[in-house]
């Protein structure tokens, strides 16, 4: 199979769909490997590292002209035109909050195979949680700059010091993105509160971190409550391929004190804040809304590109490899794989996604038993 890997075109957007490492993983399989010209650069990879992986440099024309694709982010505009049938574009998708993207891989008969909806054998999802882990952690890092008083902020630091109180912390969302953020908030001193509907997911976090946080079940009320006194509010509540539910109303952000900062990490899905009005970028990251800083970049971690190219790679490269060596249909007797599949001959099989864009779902395990399929 050959296989391409484009240079990402999102604002800042330095990732890229796989190492050199993962690259040799595919030329050793067997599979042509396209390169595009200087897209791992921005990672700390040269063109020369994928050349001696195995792979071939070449134009972005030449990238797409593979039956495989492998991103990080959902392709933009432009990429549109380099759709074709049959070619599987495997990569962060969330298209339960993009139409346009959706019916653009349906009417190319294109099978986009989503990170973000693969599910792994324990009911985890293996390729969201290394961009959550960074995702959450930074969070809290662009908080703590954005509440100085220089880049708009209340001028608070999270810490305090001696005699002063220290900045409260608020986290909506217990799971991956949520401990992590917790965890840096707590490194940094903070005071920090994490809402949770799962009460058992509660008491576990409150063992992983002896006590050193508050916890609270996640309702209307707790929220508005946690919200309103917070001077950092981190969302990291995700429904995998389902758009993000907006549990922080406008009213609640009015309740915080002019300079607070929210940062909206599934804006990408979204966004949980009802403020959170649009996506914004790493180059204009914040916006302001009641006097509260939003920041609502929609991919946090391309800011440490080679963290996250590294930890992402070594997640996807397994289930690449099985597509690549086995095809799509073969392939998703793994059920991980089979999660992924969101768009598939035309079909739209991701019932979240469907169901979020009011759009026809199709089950592709019936797809599949289609003589044409099978």
Same mark, same amino acid.
């Given at each position: 199979?050959?296989?391409?890997?484009?240079?990402?075109?999102?604002?800042?957007?330095?990732?890229?769909? &796989?190492?050199?490492?993962?690259?040799?993983?595919?030329?050793?399989?067997?599979?042509? %490997?396209?390169?595009?010209?200087?897209?791992?650069?921005?990672?700390?990879?040269?063109?020369?590292? !994928?050349?001696?992986?195995? $792979?071939?440099?070449?134009?972005?024309?030449?990238?797409?002209?593979?039956?495989? /694709?492998?991103?990080?982010?959902?392709?933009?505009?432009?990429?549109?035109?380099?759709?074709?049938?049959?070619?599987?574009? !495997?990569?962060?998708?969330?298209?339960?909050?993009?139409?346009?993207?959706?019916?653009?891989?349906?009417?190319?008969?294109?099978?986009?195979?989503?990170?973000?909806?693969?599910?792994?054998?324990?009911?985890?999802?293996?390729?969201?949680?290394?961009?959550?882990?960074?995702?959450?952690?930074? &969070?809290?890092?662009?908080?703590?700059?954005?509440?100085?008083?220089?880049?708009?902020?209340?001028?608070?630091?999270?810490?305090?010091?001696?005699?002063?109180?220290?900045?409260?912390?608020?986290?909506?969302?217990?799971?991956? %993105?949520?401990?992590?953020?917790?965890?840096?908030?707590?490194?940094?001193?903070?005071?920090?509160?994490?809402?949770?509907?799962?009460?058992?997911?509660?008491?576990? @976090?409150?063992?992983?971190?002896?006590?050193?946080?508050?916890?609270?079940? =996640?309702?209307?009320?707790?929220?508005?409550?946690?919200?309103? *006194?917070?001077?950092?509010?981190?969302? &990291? %509540?995700?429904?995998?391929? &389902?758009?993000?539910?907006?549990?922080?109303?406008?009213?609640?952000?009015? =309740?915080?004190?002019?300079?607070?900062?929210?940062?909206?990490?599934?804006?990408?899905?979204?966004? @949980?804040?009802?403020?959170?009005?649009? $996506?914004?970028?790493?180059?204009?990251?914040?916006?302001?809304?009641?006097?509260?800083?939003?920041?609502?970049?929609?991919?946090?971690?391309?800011?440490?590109?080679?963290?996250?190219? *590294?930890?992402?790679?070594?997640?996807?490269?397994?289930?690449?490899?099985? /597509?690549?060596?086995?095809?799509?249909?073969?392939?998703?007797?793994?059920?991980?794989?089979?999660?992924?599949?969101?768009?598939?001959?035309?079909? @739209?099989? *991701?019932?979240?996604?469907?169901?979020?864009?009011?759009?026809?779902?199709?089950?592709?395990? *019936?797809?599949?038993?289609?003589?044409?399929?099978?």
């Amino acid at each position: 199979m050959q296989i391409g890997i484009p240079r990402e075109l999102k604002n800042r957007e330095e990732r890229v769909g &796989a190492d050199p490492n993962g690259v040799s993983e595919l030329v050793n399989s067997g599979h042509t %490997v396209i390169v595009e010209e200087d897209a791992g650069l921005g990672s700390g990879y040269t063109n020369q590292q !994928y050349i001696n992986a195995g $792979a071939q440099i070449g134009a972005v024309g030449d990238v797409w002209n593979s039956e495989m /694709i492998i991103k990080v982010k959902e392709p933009i505009e432009s990429e549109y035109q380099y759709f074709k049938p049959d070619q599987i574009i !495997y990569t962060y998708l969330h298209l339960a909050a993009n139409e346009r993207l959706t019916a653009e891989l349906l009417k190319k008969n294109v099978t986009g195979v989503a990170y973000e909806t693969m599910v792994g054998p324990k009911g985890d999802l293996p390729l969201l949680f290394p961009m959550s882990e960074i995702a959450g952690r930074m &969070a809290v890092q662009v908080g703590a700059h954005f509440l100085e008083e220089p880049h708009q902020g209340k001028g608070l630091l999270l810490s305090g010091v001696p005699g002063v109180r220290k900045g409260k912390v608020t986290i909506i969302g217990g799971g991956t %993105v949520g401990m992590n953020a917790a965890q840096i908030a707590i490194g940094m001193g903070a005071d920090v509160t994490i809402l949770d509907i799962n009460a058992n997911r509660l008491a576990e @976090l409150e063992r992983i971190f002896n006590g050193k946080i508050h916890t609270l079940m =996640s309702n209307q009320q707790n929220i508005a409550k946690s919200v309103k *006194e917070a001077d950092l509010v981190v969302g &990291a %509540v995700l429904i995998p391929g &389902a758009v993000t539910p907006k549990l922080v109303t406008e009213d609640m952000i009015k =309740s915080m004190e002019p300079g607070s900062v929210v940062v909206d990490i599934p804006i990408d899905q979204g966004g @949980l804040f009802e403020t959170s009005i649009k $996506a914004t970028t790493h180059d204009d990251p914040v916006y302001l809304s009641y006097g509260v800083v939003h920041y609502t970049v929609a991919n946090i971690p391309g800011a440490v590109p080679r963290t996250a190219t *590294e930890a992402l790679s070594s997640q996807t490269m397994p289930y690449a490899v099985k /597509i690549a060596n086995e095809g799509i249909v073969n392939a998703c007797a793994n059920k991980t794989i089979a999660t992924g599949v969101n768009t598939y001959h035309g079909s @739209l099989t *991701e019932a979240a996604v469907a169901d979020s864009l009011k759009m026809p779902f199709a089950d592709l395990r *019936e797809i599949l038993l289609k003589p044409e399929f099978s």
